[in-house]
């Protein structure tokens, strides 16, 4: 798809969840408005407090900006920025981000920094360009969807930030914790080009962010290149081994070891044996419950995604 080109005159509606990220929200709407005052923009701060109503103040923000011809923006984590782009994807809106997350995957990606003064003014000078998103069962994902162990690591990971804040530290901490505890296998059927097979694993995660899958050691990171998506999960194995798992993962190591599969796919359909007709799913880091089989693929439709040009893009670290 041919990317927009923009006037730099679009105005700017900006959905802020109030409620995410490390920083006080405050600050960063008088950040973010100050830094679009001085250089003369028009803008709409659309605050949002509750995740729940975060897709009504998304489709409000899409439908003043097509009336408008305008741009939406999320500020907030990554599970603000895609709850935001499930709006905007199919729309042909350009689709701004200010990340305000822990790891800021999608952001990092792009170049476009965490600190809210450098991404508004990354907004200024970007334009749109094309950027491929995941979809399961036509939910979208930016980063990554998973099953089973996963979804259980990120809710457990959010009750320890709410009790001692939102930090690298605090999350690997929390992973510690949950694999420490006896988990239950998942036994889930995998078609994908016209194979099949049955397994046992304790989660599957399936990856749409190339930096993400190069940090943990996945070699099949290039294929998203080229419009495909990359699964990945473990074998049965007991505690220790699982803790094996995360510190190679740590160490970018994930790739090589011997409990661990990968394999990347245009479209993947799992089927989860002996569960309900619904399972747990988390897309990028947020919890929902999803109509099994469970059907992953790339979104026929890239999102117009705001970058900015390479002398303002921060490092990926």
Known sequence: MTPLSLTDQEPFFIVLNTGSGRGDAGEV?????????????????????DGQKLPATA????????????????????????AVAQVV????????????????????????????????????????QPVQVGLVNDRLFLINASLGLYPQLLEDREAYKSRYGRSRYVALWSALVTMGR?????????????????????TIVVGNNAL????????????????????????????????????????????????????????????VKRSRRRIKVALDGEIQWLDTPLEFRVSEQPLQLLVPPASHRSERV
């Open 29 to 49: 709407q008088a950040t973010i408005q100050r830094v679009l005052d001085q250089a003369g923009r028009r803008y709409t701060v659309m605050p949002v407090d």
């Open 212 to 271: 993400q899958l190069e940090q943990i050691g996945i070699v099949q990171a290039s294929a998203l290149e080229q419009g495909r998506l990359v699964a990945m999960g473990a074998r049965p194995i007991g505690t220790w081994a699982m803790y094996g798992l995360l510190l190679r993962g740590w160490l970018s190591r994930l790739g090589d070891a011997d409990h661990v599969f990968s394999f990347d796919f245009e479209h993947l359909t799992v089927h």
């Open 89 to 128: 994807l199919g729309s042909g809106l350009p689709f701004g981000i200010l990340p305000q997350g822990t790891f800021n995957y999608f952001g990092r990606t792009y170049g476009i920094a965490q600190d809210t003064e450098l991404s508004t003014q990354c907004l200024l000078a970007a334009q749109p």
């Open 59 to 82: 489709q409000a923000a899409v439908d003043q900006a097509r009336q408008q011809g305008g741009i939406v923006v999320a500020a907030g984590g990554d599970g603000t920025l895609s």
């Open 182 to 202: 006896a988990h239950r296998q998942l036994t889930v059927q995998l078609e994908h080009e016209g194979q099949s097979r049955i397994l046992r694993t304790p």
